[in-house]
């Protein structure tokens, strides 16, 4: 027994060399592969801050695109393009996009009335995405009006100049009803490839609903300027040292700061009668469902980047009111 003790303590010193070398050994694995993995990461970081940034706006039309259009414009000058295509009912996948973008690689920002969502990955761009929505029955005159003054030969320019207010929506109503009726919904979710007479209303909602989302500047015409405030400030940031200036192009609604859903409700019922004007605003329901999850992605954007936030305003108002109505007790001797 002792002579086993004795033979083991022998060999002790020769088990703890190869022990050591053994954790050395993976130890140095380990230590290769992890500054493999941070020269990855370092790589990837690298690439993704050389991506050059791209903006798509989603152009609905009479949403208040044009005005848009024209800030952009201003701001980036040569690098700004308009892409759709030549049929007026065309429409553009995210890959249509993609090309496009592969042969105008100077081009920044892209505004497209035919181009769908949701928005495009497209190697070696960083793309950020716009899109803004509207009262749908409030839209519905505005259409009107625009295409009635609009000089062009489509056959909606034609139909708006030859018609009345009533007339023309009876026959938009006949002729292609998704201008009139939840037509922001079927521009949010619809594709080059599947007809969206294959969904139900639900699906349709649904498939806008998600594809918003995924919008990074969703905004609503009602509050333009709040939404124009918000991206000036995401996208210098994207962009640096371009500047958006604020302007309304094309827009055909008179004294709208002051129009109300009763007033706009009002004047529909009196130039269309009381059964159209109903039938529109039931026809318009997911559209009103997508206006108002379009309003609260807005006013969470502007919390999320502090650009207007309800709540610290009402205090910064609450402190102005305190500091002309109640003398300053900070400055008070006990």
């Known amino acids: ?52 940034p791209l903006l798509i706006h989603y152009h609905i039309f009479k949403n208040a695109g044009s005005s848009f259009e024209w800030t952009l414009e201003q701001a980036f000058g040569k690098n700004f393009r308009r ?33 769908t969502l949701p928005p495009p990955k497209i190697r070696g761009r960083d ?18 009006a625009f295409e009635r003054r609009q000089d062009a030969r489509s056959p909606g320019a034609l139909k708006a100049k030859e ?31 599947t007809s969206r007479r294959n969904m139900g209303n639900e699906a349709l909602l649904r498939k806008a609903i998600e594809n918003i989302d995924q919008v990074d500047l969703v905004g609503t015409v009602a509050r333009y300027n ?37 007033s706009i409700l009002d004047a529909l019922i009196r130039d269309l009668g009381q059964p159209l004007a109903d039938h529109l605003v039931h026809a318009n329901e997911l559209d009103m469902s997508l206006h108002q999850i379009a309003d609260a992605l807005l006013t969470r954007r502007l919390a999320e980047y502090g650009v207007d936030v309800s709540l610290r305003n009402a205090y910064a108002d609450a402190r102005k009111q305190l500091s002309t109505s109640v003398p300053d007790r900070s400055s008070g001797t006990a």
């Open 1 to 52: 027994m002792l002579h086993h003790h004795l033979h083991f303590l022998t060999r002790l010193p020769r088990h703890a060399v190869e022990f050591f070398r053994y954790t050395k050994g993976v130890f140095d694995v380990g230590l290769m592969r992890l500054q493999a993995a941070s020269r990855r990461l370092r790589s990837e970081k690298s690439a993704t801050s050389r991506r050059a």
């Open 83 to 115: 892409y759709d295509g030549a049929g007026a009912g065309e429409v553009l996948s995210s890959v249509d996009i993609a090309d496009y973008v592969k042969q105008a690689r100077d081009a920044k920002v892209i505004c497209s009335h035919q181009a």
């Open 127 to 144: 793309v950020i995405t716009s899109i803004l929505l509207r009262d749908p029955i409030a839209r519905i005159r505005s259409i009107y």
């Open 163 to 193: 018609l009345d207010f009533k007339g023309y929506v009876e026959w938009r109503l006949a002729s292609a009803p998704t201008m009139l009726c939840n037509g922001q919904v079927h521009f949010c979710s619809r594709t080059k490839w």
């Open 226 to 262: 709040e939404w124009l405030a918000l991206t000036q400030v995401v996208l210098p940031r994207k962009f640096p040292g371009i500047s958006l200036m604020v302007t309304r192009r094309n827009v055909t609604d008179i004294n709208n700061e002051a129009v109300t859903e009763k």
